[in-house]
């Protein structure tokens, strides 16, 4: 199982980013997709997850209103479109993983916890 993360690099505040998720060797119909960031010296926090079926998604409270997940079926990727970066919004982007049965058994879908696949990384860089 792979997922290759793209789409990060240096804009002005104010401005947009898409942020790109390839996901390959397994299907993953019963998958929480989530964004991860994490910034230096803080903990990594969900930025916003869907079920690939895309009857749910979720945001953190910092994003909402900016931010968009989704996913194209047919290239099995699941997208972030951030709009009105701010400086705040800097960090490593993460994409991940993790099945659903995971988060109705009980973990909470805004915790690493609950995704057991991760892509490698891309950072996101806002200037002021």
């Known amino acids: 199982v792979q997922l290759q993360a793209s789409g990060g690099g240096l804009v002005q505040a104010g401005g947009s980013l898409r942020l790109s998720c390839a996901a390959s060797g397994r299907t993953f119909s019963s998958y929480m997709m989530g964004w991860f960031r994490q910034a230096p010296g803080k903990e990594r926090e969900l930025v916003a997850c869907?079920?690939?079926?895309?009857?749910?998604?979720h945001y953190a409270d910092s994003v909402k209103g900016r931010f968009t997940i989704s996913r194209d079926n047919a290239k099995n990727t699941v997208h972030l479109q951030m709009n009105t970066l701010k400086p705040e919004d800097t960090a490593v982007y993460y994409c991940?993983?993790?099945?659903?049965?995971?988060?109705?058994?009980?973990?909470?879908?805004?915790?690493?916890?609950?995704?057991?696949?991760w892509g490698q990384g891309t950072q996101v860089t806002v200037s002021s």
């Open positions: 869907m079920t690939w079926s895309g009857r749910s998604a």
């Open positions: 991940a993983a993790g099945p659903l049965r995971t988060i109705y058994a009980g973990t909470e879908y805004y915790k690493s916890d609950a995704y057991n696949y």
